[in-house]
């Protein structure tokens, strides 16, 4: 895709300082670990699924990245599942964000906890750094291709190699009146949890700001940067849990 196509296709999008700002704004809506966020279906599940995955595919795993973590919703769920202390990194676009995990991680965990407030994109550190990455509801906000392709590289050379990376998010679909039924059915689920109205709040939100990929794209993308064993754990409606074990 060319310069001038790309700028066509996202160039409406929100930009990461704005969609920062929302979320310095909207803390509480992310801290409930019980609930997770309830515009994503299937939370807690996909939570306590993601975390029994993570420590059974990486049993020795004591290095943690927590990308676009939020409250800490999903390190919260792994620490409370593991034997020992973690090292955790935590990386988010929002202050506000970071400081709530830390305050919530400190209380339960007594290993290092690391924050970096930015775009997970300008993020560095050591290769094979990180025996488990996690990161829900944060890739839908990459672009183009070549956004989607630099970032999953990067994930996998953070990676010691047996580790893991366990994706949570909003997917498109390949088929459009697949697509087409899918929405649909969020669209259902999101007027029966809070009216018409929330309906209409979460469609503009995620109109401005995110621009998912599916989950075929995702899994091919996963094996071609050199991933080797890949599993979905869950999927429902628009959104998917799946993960990748590096070799």
């Known amino acids: 895709m060319d310069a001038k196509n790309i700028k066509d296709t996202y160039g409406n999008k929100s930009s990461v300082d704005q969609i920062r700002e929302r979320f310095d704004r909207e803390v509480g809506r992310f801290a409930e670990l019980n609930t997770g966020q309830q515009s994503t279906m299937d939370a807690p599940l996909v939570m306590d699924l993601m975390a029994r995955a993570a420590l059974s595919s990486s049993p020795?795993?004591?290095?943690?990245?927590?990308?676009?973590?939020?409250?800490?919703?999903?390190?919260?769920?792994?620490?409370?599942?593991?034997?020992?202390?973690?090292?955790?990194?935590?990386?988010?676009?929002?202050?506000?964000?970071?400081?709530?995990?830390?305050?919530?991680?400190?209380?339960?965990?007594?290993?290092?906890?690391?924050?970096?407030?930015?775009?997970?994109?300008?993020?560095?550190?050591?290769?094979?750094?990180?025996?488990?990455?996690?990161?829900?509801?944060?890739?839908?906000?990459?672009?183009?291709?070549?956004?989607?392709?630099?970032?999953?590289?990067?994930?996998?050379?953070?990676?010691?190699?047996?580790?893991?990376?366990?994706?949570?998010?909003?997917?498109?679909?390949?088929?459009?009146?697949?697509?087409?039924?899918?929405?649909?059915?969020?669209?259902?689920?999101?007027?029966?949890?809070?009216?018409?109205?929330?309906?209409?709040?979460?469609?503009?939100?995620?109109?401005l700001e995110d621009s998912p990929r599916s989950l075929n794209y995702q899994i091919d993308l996963l094996r071609s940067v050199g991933f080797g064993t890949i599993e979905v754990l869950h999927k429902n409606c628009c959104f998917a849990a799946f993960g990748a074990v590096k070799p």
């Open 60 to 207: 020795k795993a004591h290095k943690i990245l927590d990308i676009g973590c939020g409250a800490g919703n999903h390190s919260l769920k792994l620490r409370m599942l593991s034997q020992i202390d973690l090292d955790i990194t935590l990386v988010d676009l929002s202050q506000p964000m970071l400081d709530m995990a830390f305050q919530r991680l400190s209380e339960i965990n007594h290993g290092n906890i690391s924050l970096w407030q930015g775009d997970f994109r300008h993020f560095s550190a050591e290769s094979e750094a990180y025996d488990i990455v996690l990161a829900a509801a944060v890739f839908h906000h990459l672009r183009d291709d070549n956004d989607w392709l630099s970032t999953f590289q990067k994930v996998f050379d953070l990676l010691a190699s047996g580790g893991s990376i366990w994706i949570s998010d909003l997917v498109t679909h390949d088929c459009q009146p697949v697509q087409n039924l899918m929405w649909e059915r969020y669209a259902e689920y999101l007027i029966q949890l809070g009216g018409i109205g929330y309906q209409k709040h979460v469609f503009e939100y995620i109109d």
